[in-house]
């Protein structure tokens, strides 16, 4: 979530590429952390491989963001991509 908030204004600010760099550097970061279930692991390394596939950074970010969504209890979501 601290990700999300960080990223959340970059993007909206029209930092894509920022936006896309915090959310893979904290998805690197978990992926690798002993504390993280495997499952969320997969699921980070899945969002990391599907867009280091694309070169659309909008697209990127938007991948990493959805990703985040999908393992974050709803309440920790404090808006915009």
């Not at 600010?13 to 896309?20: E, I, P, Q, S, T």
């Not at 280091?52 to 970010?61: G, I, Y």
Request: proline share 5%; charged share 20%.
């Amino acid at each position: 979530s601290m990700a999300i908030a960080i990223g959340a204004p970059a993007f909206n600010a029209g930092d894509h590429r920022g936006c896309f760099e915090t959310y893979a550097c904290a998805a690197r970061f978990l992926v690798n952390a002993q504390a993280v279930p495997d499952a969320t692991k997969e699921a980070l390394r899945a969002a990391l491989e599907q867009a280091s596939t694309l070169q659309n950074v909008t697209r990127q970010a938007w991948v990493m963001r959805e990703a985040f969504d999908a393992l974050l209890p709803k309440a920790a979501d404090p808006g915009a991509t």
